[in-house]
């Protein structure tokens, strides 16, 4: 996470998810380590998708802020360091992922329903793609000996895609909370976001972002294992300081 003091975002993820990244995997095929998993990002895809046209893994890269750059370069390296050491590589690219103790917008959000916060946002009609913290395990304990995830690049998600509004109103539902949502025309919002300066805010609010794990599901014979209700029982448990 960069805070606006930083002076150069980019550098500063280089050094972590580019030159770490690097560094350790170096020194694992040097180790003798055979498979090396790295946890990427659907952002080296890039930020948005049109509804029903999601993102697969042999798109063409097309990240857009310095953390998916880092990223991007972050797989161009591992990559070479395959070819050169014959260690095999994988790379998973989630999307946003949620869990019991999740933070920043998602944890914003939980709270904004538990105290049943009115929220403009009840005709959002976008698509995206979450992925449950432990379908992410799930998928990379599969990796960690399966032949065919050798090399690969993989989508991973829920398997069920949502509006800002469904995921609202189904968080709510978790909470066992009413989901006290206005429904505010986009366009208004879209135009409050701008004279705010929230433009960043709003494209993950408003846009889609979908993800198809397909291929992934096919090639390793996986499926989440988490469905996307019960990921957010789970979250709304911790939240509610339930057992």
Same mark, same amino acid.
């Given at each position: ?117 009115? #929220?403009? $946002? *009840? +005709? ?6 979450? %992925? &449950? ?5 799930? =998928? ?48 208004? #919002?879209? $135009? *409050? +976001? ?6 960043? %805010? &709003? ?5 889609? =972002? ?34």
């Amino acid at each position: 996470m960069m805070h606006d003091a930083t002076a150069d975002p980019l550098q500063a993820y280089r050094r972590v998810n580019v030159e770490g990244s690097l560094n350790l995997a170096r020194q694992a095929a040097q180790a003798g380590i055979q498979r090396f998993i790295f946890i990427s990002s659907v952002k080296v895809n890039g930020e948005q998708t049109r509804p029903g046209h999601p993102f697969r893994a042999e798109d063409t890269p097309a990240p857009q802020d310095p953390y998916g750059i880092s990223k991007m370069e972050a797989e161009v390296g591992l990559r070479a360091i395959a070819q050169q050491t014959g260690m095999e590589v994988v790379i998973i690219r989630p999307p946003l992922v949620y869990g019991p103790g999740v933070k920043a917008n998602f944890a914003s959000m939980v709270q904004w329903l538990q105290r049943g916060v009115p #929220l403009p $946002l *009840g +005709a959002i009609h976008n698509r995206r793609s979450l %992925v &449950a913290l432990d379908n992410l395990v799930d =998928l990379i304990i599969t990796c960690l000996d399966h032949p065919a995830a050798a090399n690969q690049t993989l989508m991973v998600s829920d398997g069920e895609d949502v509006s800002t509004t469904e995921l609202l109103q189904r968080m709510a539902a978790a909470l066992g909370k009413p989901a006290r949502l206005v429904p505010v025309p986009q366009r208004v #919002l879209a $135009l *409050g +976001a701008a004279l705010l300066g929230k433009q960043a %805010v &709003a494209q993950r609010l408003f846009s889609s =972002l979908q993800v198809d794990i397909g291929p992934t599901c096919a090639l390793l014979g996986w499926k989440p294992p988490v469905s996307l209700a019960d990921g957010l029982l789970q979250v709304a448990r911790h939240a509610s300081h339930l057992p």
